[in-house]
């Protein structure tokens, strides 16, 4: 299923596969470097005795290879003919010749960039030129570039050519791209100038070159296999640091000019397209006269409005700000000039082509998106038994060792070791644990077995249910912790910048404050406690009756007008908050043997001869958990609030961070999915077998009416190696652990953080009240490099100084975390895999579970005079219907985020700045996913709720923890709406107007707080208030000014689709939803008609002649991709003297596989596959004006 790519990860990404980061061999990389160098004509000064050997010796042989490239001047490789052939066909009316570098510097493989970053002079640590600053750390590199973020105003320029230029991009003559793309091609002498050779007789001056193959659409075992694209990037010398960063996040595909590596070899995986990127910062000072743009009385009204027209001779070329511009066409060929080398620009852009195969190739989309898998976890206290509560007793030992074959160890006693992970046992169906003895037991032939229960060591029952001992973070106690088998997939698309993409995958341990559980008055608090637990109803089940829960208690001392008395309600309100949790407290420790005899257990020390304030457990100091909730403006003061007693953070396992390719399949095509995608409560019904029912069982049997919830799926995949990473919490010493312990690691890319020499490291280690601060790795860090005595150093508290303050864009690259620790996704998989009854050698699947996206909102605010206007409207959660949920998504507007300089739309599905072409391409397909796949449309918010409290992203690392807390039936909207859990906003009329609230859609409740908050918090009454559950109680008029603000960009947003004529390209129920955007109607009708709702359901997608029509045009694409790819195999064998290669890469075998899926792709039963896919957006080509 996997390309070929990735058979060796340390040669394409630097990372072992087991997800280690191994030591680099500098000396092996400067010997290859140089070889590359002489081998390519130039002279070396080899800094090795040795090596100046092996060059004398083979200098012959590289004059000889030099004079063959001479001689082999006209022939490209295989990427670059295909980039060469589309330029000149584009570029023909022009009159103007461009040639795409024939000789550079070929990156074939990870690290040799870094390398090349900087002198290869020993001692000698840093380089510098007018673009970018590089120093050498003793664990890695740090690259500081001119400017430390990217723009989104007036970046994004498309030359005039092949497809649609939409309304939100400059569109620009073909001509003044011809000759940017020249002067891109030809830069500087100095600026081609490679660092590593910097301080050589004769500097090395070439351009440097990269093959990438980023992923477009993720595999789908026993359905398609993954596809990627090609792309390549060019880059003068000094900007090598630029591919260092580029290949850190995709990976190194290879040498171009090898047949191992053509995309066009490799039919299987390749989407049929080709990107290139040509890095070129010095063309910012280029004149728009010289660059064929008119004069300003010859220029038309658009090429004024967007200045691609001058009135003075001198004046550059898009105001000398950064900028991008690419030329493509439907072929599937994008050639891109970025004009700015902040690190920033070449991921995104990698982002755009990737989105752009995507769209051409059908079937997949490109998201902006973050996305985690959570596991329910629990505090079991001292004991383990499995209780038919929580896990069901039809699972065995037995059956769980058959399926995991040889990769167990089954020991005499009759438990199972992991053969990958030995810290990994499989258990007997009967197995208990006993803290207090730390001991495992189980019975087996007639025999009580046991084994000692050890730290880092994770126990599974056969049901896929895992047990581990967990130590608390503050105090010497240990307990027992229990896992769900079965995870939360929570996927955060169309999730604006700083909206919370990267948070929802954080564990939320790292955000846990611990402290005392407080008494104020002993006497008077447990007096309080005893009249408290008197108070339960029904009086036969007392606040400590074990057959009472946590959950029950809480819910039971929380007031609720729907389900209490008045006099209980008035009773609740009397008791202080710290009671309440000892209450809680006392609950959770409680058992049965102590009766009635509680309060003797739980007590104070005297202090100073009064008792004091901590409450301990049979002498020992019992420790609460508390997580930060906001910050109220009035006070400035965190909101922090106590965490259940048997609160546990959710096992996590990221899946996506930003850029993700995802697939939507048919349900009915994936086998063994777990019960929770059906709608329904039958996690307890039977199959016929008497074990729980899968996909494949007869769902029908037992549903009312066999409705199943979700008819298609959607399976997402992370296309990053690395994550760029912006910890804006790691200045404050010790509170972003994450990245403490990231950057105090190997293998380091950092950006936008100061360089530190010896004597500053130093000094911050000799700050005991800031040194103390850090985690234990960052002290671990900053005492080696004082030690190791490195010149430069970087330091996750020390951003780079930008402007005379530390910049608020700090950067590193954060290897993935499911790579990096291996085990999580491994134990994931595990206990899945038990759960689910598969067999080793069958797949497990993930597929998204819940949709929630992410809003950054703000208060009214003020930037250098200019007034900003208010978008804190939300409260924490809002869903909604398909036409408003798409209301935002078409126009994604957002509040401020350091990443960027500016506020306002993101653009369609927040990819404005990333979409090469008409925004209706991806907003169609987000839209047929939904449709297909009934996920419902959910929202958290991020920055601000009202304009009295700023959450920052607490409500983002809450939602995991929720979601994953909450059964199948209970995420419905349907049903959170009919148990009021869910409230309708409805418009109002104020100040003689209608104000659209409407259009929010739907927001949390108190009965949703209360029910499914009160599963993480003591009191979930007062973490979510009421007003922060209505904004609106706030300040009306910040209300209301904040709705009719994202009205007015939602208009405006949609206008652009009327203007550059691509409202003619958008599905029908898109086109009704932007004409009410625009004008407040379709057809005559409101958003609310009947008939316009049918639209967004399912029957209709199916029904209509619109989806028709893109699943014959996914067909008639992958027939043209099939007969392109047996015309190229063909070729290849035909070759003269490529024998040995046609049987080395065994060519005649992919083209046998290439016929097959030819054949199949042609047949009415691939046509028939497609239904309840994506299918293929029927992209035409025009130009603004509508015409073909």
């Known amino acids: 299923m996997a390309s070929p790519i990735l058979s060796d990860t340390v040669k394409h990404c630097g990372v072992t596969s087991e997800g280690e980061i191994p030591k680099v061999d500098r000396v092996a990389l400067k010997r290859l470097i140089e070889v590359k160098l002489a081998a390519s004509g130039f002279e070396v000064p080899s800094s090795y005795e040795d090596d100046q050997g092996v060059l004398s010796l083979a200098h012959d042989l590289f004059r000889r290879y030099a004079e063959q490239s001479r001689l082999l001047c006209d022939h490209l490789t295989p990427p670059d003919q295909r980039i060469q052939d589309f330029l000149d066909d584009a570029l023909s009316t022009t009159g103007e010749k461009v040639q795409i570098p024939k000789e550079t510097f070929s990156v074939d493989r990870y690290g040799i960039a870094r ?163 040509i890095l070129a910062p010095h063309i910012r000072t280029l004149k728009k006269k010289d660059m064929g743009l008119p004069y300003i009385t010859e220029a038309s009204d658009e090429q004024k409005e967007t200045g691609m027209c001058w009135s003075d001779a001198n004046e550059p070329y898009n105001g000398g700000k950064p900028f991008k511009i690419t030329c493509r066409d439907q072929r599937g060929i994008m ?180 402290g005392p559980i407080y008494t104020a008055d002993y006497d008077k608090d447990m007096a309080l406690v005893s009249q408290t637990e008197m108070q339960a109803r029904p009086p036969s089940r007392k606040i400590l009756c074990m057959d009472r829960t946590l959950g029950s208690v809480i819910k039971l001392l929380t007031q609720n007008e729907d389900l209490y008395t ?109 019960i929770g995608f059906y709608k329904s409560m039958i996690g307890s019904h039977m199959n016929k077998t008497g074990h729980p029912m899968t996909q494949n069982d007869n769902v029908s049997a037992v549903l009312p009416g066999g409705f199943q919830d979700h008819k298609s799926l959607k399976i997402v995949q992370n296309c990053e190696w690395r994550l760029f990473q912006r910890p804006d919490d790691a200045i404050i010493p010790g509170f972003d652990k994450q990245t403490e312990f990231d950057m105090s690691q190997g293998g380091l890319f950092a950006s936008n953080f100061k360089p530190i020499a010896q004597e500053e490291m130093i000094d911050i280690s000799e700050q005991i009240d800031v040194f103390d601060l ?159 796949t009934g996920y419902g449309g959910f929202t958290s918010a991020a920055g601000w709720i009202g304009p009295d409290y700023r959450f920052d992203h607490d409500i983002s690392l809450l939602i995991p923890e929720i979601w994953c807390r909450m059964r199948p039936e209970e995420c419905e909207p349907t049903g959170l709406i009919e148990r009021g859990e869910l409230e309708k906003i409805d418009d109002f009329e104020y100040d003689g107007r209608t104000i659209p609230a ?34 609106e109680n706030q300040d009306l008029d910040v209300y209301v000014d904040g709705i009719e603000n994202l009205v007015d960009a939602e208009r405006n947003a949609a206008l652009l689709y009327f203007k550059d004529g691509t409202i003619i390209d958008a599905c029908p129920p898109l086109a009704a939803v932007l004409n009410v955007m625009a004008y407040g109607h379709y057809e005559e009708k409101s958003i609310t008609d009947p008939g316009i709702r049918k639209m967004f359901t399912r029957e209709a997608l199916l029904e209509s002649n619109w989806y028709k029509k893109r699943l014959t045009t996914k067909q008639v694409c992958e027939i043209a991709l099939c007969k392109r790819n047996v015309v190229t195999l063909e070729h290849f064998i035909s070759k003269p003297g490529y024998e040995t290669e046609v049987q080395r890469l065994n060519v005649r075998g992919r083209l046998e596989d290439a016929k097959r899926e030819l054949n199949f792709v042609q047949s009415k039963e691939y046509l028939i596959s497609l239904v309840g896919t994506l299918g293929a957006d029927p992209i035409t080509s025009r130009n603004r004006s509508g015409s073909d």
């Open 115 to 277: 390398e090349l970053s900087l002198p290869d002079t020993e001692g000698v640590n840093e380089y510098h030129n007018e673009h970018v600053s590089s120093y050498r750390l003793s664990n890695g590199i740090l690259h500081n570039p001119l400017n430390d973020r990217r723009t989104t105003k007036g970046v994004f320029h498309i030359a005039d050519y092949g497809l649609p230029v939409p309304a939100d991009k400059i569109s620009v003559p073909l001509i003044t791209y011809a000759r940017l793309l020249n002067e891109a091609l030809h830069p500087p002498s100095d600026l081609m100038e490679l660092p590593y050779t910097t301080s050589w007789e004769k500097p090395v001056q070439t351009m440097v070159s990269l093959l990438l193959r980023p992923l477009v659409c993720p595999a789908v075992p026993g359905v398609r296999p993954e596809k990627r694209l090609e792309v390549r990037f060019f880059v003068p010398g000094g900007c090598v640091s630029n591919i260092d960063f580029v290949e850190s996040i995709f990976g190194n595909a290879g040498d171009p000019h090898l047949p191992e590596n053509d995309a066009g070899l490799d039919a299987a995986h390749w989407t049929g397209h080709t990107g290139c990127v």
């Open 335 to 514: 050639v891109t000039i970025l004009a700015d080398n902040y690190f920033g620009y070449c991921k995104k852009e990698v982002k755009t082509q990737i989105g752009f195969s995507a769209n051409l190739y059908g079937l997949a989309e490109e998201e902006h998106a973050g996305g985690a898998l959570s596991f329910q976890s629990f505090s079991l206290g001292t004991f383990f038994s499995p209780s038919s509560n929580y896990i069901p007793n039809y699972y065995s030992f037995k059956e769980a060792i058959s399926l995991l074959g040889d990769t167990v160890i089954v020991h005499s006693e009759g438990y199972a070791s992991d053969k990958n992970y030995p810290n990994v046992h499989i258990m007997p169906e009967d197995f208990h644990i006993n803290l207090n003895a730390q001991c495992a037991t189980w019975m087996s032939g007639g025999v009580e077995q046991s084994i000692r229960v050890l730290p880092k060591h994770i126990y599974l029952h056969p049901s896929g249910y895992k047990v581990r001992l967990g130590q608390h973070e503050k105090s010497p106690a240990w307990k027992l912790i229990g896992t769900v088998p079965e995870g939360v997939f929570t996927h955060k698309p169309c999730t604006v910048s700083g909206g919370g993409k990267s948070e929802i995958s954080k564990s939320l341990t790292d955000a846990v404050i611990y």
């Open 566 to 674: 008045k006099e209980h309600n008035e009773f609740i309100s009397l008791i202080p908050n710290h009671v309440r949790a000892i209450v809680f407290a006392i609950k959770r420790f409680y058992r049965p043997s102590w009766g009635s005899d509680w309060k003797s257990h739980f007590t104070v020390d005297i202090v100073n001869g009064a008792n004091g304030h901590e409450l301990k457990l049979n002498g020992r100091r019992l420790v609460g958990s508390y997580l930060r909730v906001g910050m109220q403006k009035e006070s400035g003061a965190w909101r922090t609030y106590k965490l259940r007693q048997d609160f546990v953070p959710a096992d996590k396992v990221q899946m996506e961070d930003d850029i993700t390719a995802s697939v939507v399949v048919p349900a009915e095509q994936i086998s063994g999915l777990p």
């Open 774 to 932: 850090f985690t234990d790795h960052m002290k671990t860090h900053i005492i080696k490099c004082v030690d190791d005595g490195s010149s430069f150093n970087v330091c996750s508290a020390k951003p780079r100084i930008w402007e005379g303050k530390p910049t608020k864009n700090p950067r590193y690259l954060q290897l993935r975390p499911d790579i990096k620790f291996q085990q999580e996704r491994y134990l994931a998989e595990l206990g899945v895999r038990l759960s689910r009854r598969l067999a080793i050698n069958e797949p497990v699947i993930f597929p998204v579970n819940a949709v929630i996206g992410g809003r950054r909102n703000n208060p009214p605010d003020e930037i250098n005079g200019v007034k900003i206007r208010p978008l804190c409207v939300f409260n924490p959660i809002h869903y909604q219907e398909l036409p408003e949920l798409f209301m935002d998504y078409v126009c994604s507007v957002t509040g401020k985020s350091p990443s960027t300089t500016g506020a306002g739309s993101e653009g369609a599905l927040t990819k404005g700045p990333f979409n090469a072409i008409q925004a209706t391409v991806d907003l169609n397909n987000c839209l047929v996913s939904m449709l297909l």
């Open 998 to 1031: 409407s259009r929010l859609g739907y927001r949390i409740t108190r009965k949703f707080v209360i029910e499914y908050f009160g599963r993480v918090f003591d009191n979930p009454a007062a973490v979510i208030t009421d007003d922060i559950l209505k904004p």
